[in-house]
């Protein structure tokens, strides 16, 4: 199964997925019919036979580009989410 926007993966586990997310590009789906980084996600774990989950820790708005943390399982967004609410897991923003 071949994807329709070629995502830019700078990191994969077997819990979580780091993605470079273009300036332009919905981090999740919208109102549109448009390929955002979820559903690539989720497209691309399908073609490897694997869970279809794809949970986003930190949306980035469609024009800022970035890195973008997803976790592939219920618990490790738990964990992550709890990491970015404690500040021990943080944004930053480049001006």
Not at 31 to 44: I, P
Not at 66 to 88: C, D, I, W, Y
Request: proline share 2%.
């Amino acid at each position: 199964m071949e994807l329709l926007v070629k995502m830019d993966m700078v990191y994969e586990d077997k819990d979580k997925i780091i993605l470079n997310k273009p300036a332009g590009q919905l981090s999740q789906s919208g109102k549109s019919f448009e390929m955002d980084l979820v559903s690539e996600v989720l497209t691309y774990r399908k073609s490897k036979g694997e869970e279809a989950y794809a949970a986003i820790i930190n949306r980035l708005d469609r024009p800022v580009s970035g890195l973008v943390f997803m976790a592939k399982n219920k618990k490790e967004s738990a964990r992550l989410s709890l990491l970015m609410q404690k500040e021990t897991l943080c944004k930053l923003s480049q001006n």
